[in-house]
């Protein structure tokens, strides 16, 4: 159902046409004054964007006992839960472990620190939820709602409240289905900021239209700007010198030089620098994405990428039919163009980028909402032959939306196929759970198993993740280096009992 939502969209919205035309005028009127009391109440402005994010977090923590907290699946979510485990440790990044190279893996740092390789505000939000909750994924669970309420809340700026509310329930599919909270790969967060910038950025001009503002916005706005941009970045620079000992050094860079050859953008040459490769060859994929991008297809492979991201973003490619229809009037408006020029700016920025996700748009995504809720409101003002078809559609799109939407995603959950979940059946993190847990119940004590991963056709099978503290952890995951070098670990660890795992063969452990 998820792949024709359109389809059923407009189908919905063609039988609402039929009924419009057979009810009685006294039940469209109902319908008028239903849309026009909820505009009503968006004027209460506080009070929506605030609901708004409750909304989300009590949905999403309501379906829980049928829609379980989130498996990571993906390289960037373990090295996303090995950053909120160091800092729910109390720590920036954990001391280089002597026998490192038993324990490298995708996207993890082990020189000159044990750390991730990503910024830190993904990680801060998840070991918020791990210290007080008891899991990383409830900060992630957070964050969604406070992204609802900050959309909310960032296009009343730009828009009147009932067309605020109307973008902003846009925006509900984003917060509540997407892997933006049934993941730990992050995007909420940045989000947040985008839309805080966002919503700041209006109601900080629009001051203007006072008199003396200009004297209150220097004393009570451009001040707490600056302390607050330098407190920011003095922070992240100390973040930066506790990972990687240098303070405009950032924990990326640090990696990509240690392991990567591969740059993230395509102006820039591939690296010729000697690098340490793993037991997988991750670069040949790499180098084809890096190659591809640098010739004709990236004119065809990005406004793929694009249509990707506004579905992502939308929920629904129906939005889409006003956007680009109104597109001229969106760009020649005052109120829109700001939002039009960050859209283009993030557009042209992409094309130098070698992959492109979702959630790299993150930091734009109260602007997205701007468009296609301005253009709505365009929508809404089309009238044809005394009948008025622009109002029908703006009454009609968002009811036909929301029902195939409850209804697609009411059957992923039912059945245990929403994204993360189909995700996590073909990962190996299951069986890896599933492996410690029989160990532990079969053998008391300390483990450590060695991973051989000779044979495995994937790239994509790492087994080796391990927590912030190593050598507290129970279970251990270390690299098979050969007999000689795993004497080492196995002198380094003397109470433990040593096990040999190949995933190539069997998901059975051995003794070593």
């Not at 009411?410 to 996590?424: C, F, L, V």
Request: aromatic residues 16%; proline residues 7%.
């Amino acid at each position: 159902m998820r792949g024709h939502q359109l389809v059923y969209c407009a189908f919905l919205i063609g039988i609402f046409g039929v009924v419009a035309k057979a009810v009685p005028p006294r039940w469209q009127d109902l319908l008028q004054r239903f849309v026009r009391g909820l505009s009503s109440l968006a004027r209460h402005k506080t009070l929506f964007w605030v609901g708004l994010g409750v909304l989300v977090l009590v949905v999403r923590a309501t379906l829980l006992p049928v829609w379980p907290i989130p498996t990571p699946s993906i390289y960037d979510e373990f090295s996303y839960l090995l950053q909120a485990d160091t800092f729910a440790h109390g720590r920036l990044a954990n001391p280089a472990h002597p026998l490192w190279r038993f324990f490298e893996s995708t996207y993890v740092l082990q020189q000159p620190t044990y750390a991730s390789r990503f910024p830190p505000a993904q990680g801060l939000v998840m070991a918020f939820g791990q210290v007080i909750f008891g899991h990383p994924w409830f900060g992630v669970w957070l964050s969604a709602g406070l992204l609802a309420a900050a959309l909310c809340w960032a296009l009343q700026g730009w828009l009147p409240p009932g067309w605020a509310l109307f973008g902003a329930f846009i925006g509900l599919n984003l917060c509540l289905f997407s892997y933006w909270i049934n993941s730990y790969w992050g995007g909420a967060v940045t989000a947040i900021g985008g839309a805080l910038v966002t919503g700041a950025w209006v109601r900080i001009t629009r001051a203007k239209r006072w008199r003396y503002a200009w004297l209150f916005g220097i004393g009570a706005v451009i001040l707490p700007i600056v302390l607050t941009g330098v407190a920011g970045a003095s922070w992240l620079a100390y973040d930066n010198y506790r990972i990687t000992g240098h303070p405009l050094r950032l924990p990326y860079r640090e990696y990509y030089e240690q392991y990567e050859i591969v740059p993230p953008f395509s102006f820039l040459p591939i690296s010729t620098a000697p690098r340490t490769f793993r037991h997988f060859d991750l670069e040949s994929r790499a180098r084809e994405t890096y190659e591809r991008v640098r010739s004709w297809r990236l004119f065809v492979d990005r406004p793929l990428d694009w249509l990707t991201l506004l579905r992502f973003y939308y929920g629904n490619l129906i939005w889409l039919l006003p956007l680009v229809v109104f597109m001229p009037f969106l760009w020649r408006s005052r109120r829109t163009r700001f939002a039009t020029i960050l859209v283009t700016a993030i557009g042209a920025a992409s094309l130098i980028e070698v992959w492109w996700y979702p959630h790299y748009a993150a930091p734009f995504t109260a602007a997205l909402l701007i468009l296609v809720a301005q253009s709505m409101r365009y929508l809404r003002q089309w009238n044809y032959g005394g009948w008025e078809p622009g109002r029908f559609l703006v009454n009609a799109m968002p009811v036909a939306v929301l029902l195939v939407m409850v209804a697609s995603e009411a059957q992923a959950i039912a059945t245990h196929r929403t994204a993360d979940q189909e995700e996590a059946k073909n990962a190996q993190v299951a069986q890896k759970e599933r492996i410690e847990k029989q160990l532990l119940k079969k053998r008391s004590g300390q483990h450590v198993i060695f991973v051989r991963y000779a044979g495995l056709p994937s790239p994509h099978e790492e087994w080796v993740y391990n927590p912030a503290d190593i050598d507290a952890a129970p279970v251990i995951w270390a690299q098979d280096l050969g007999h000689i070098e795993n004497e080492r670990l196995r002198h380094y660890y003397p109470g433990r009992s040593f096990w040999l795992f190949k995933p190539a063969e069997s998901m059975n452990l051995s003794p070593y």
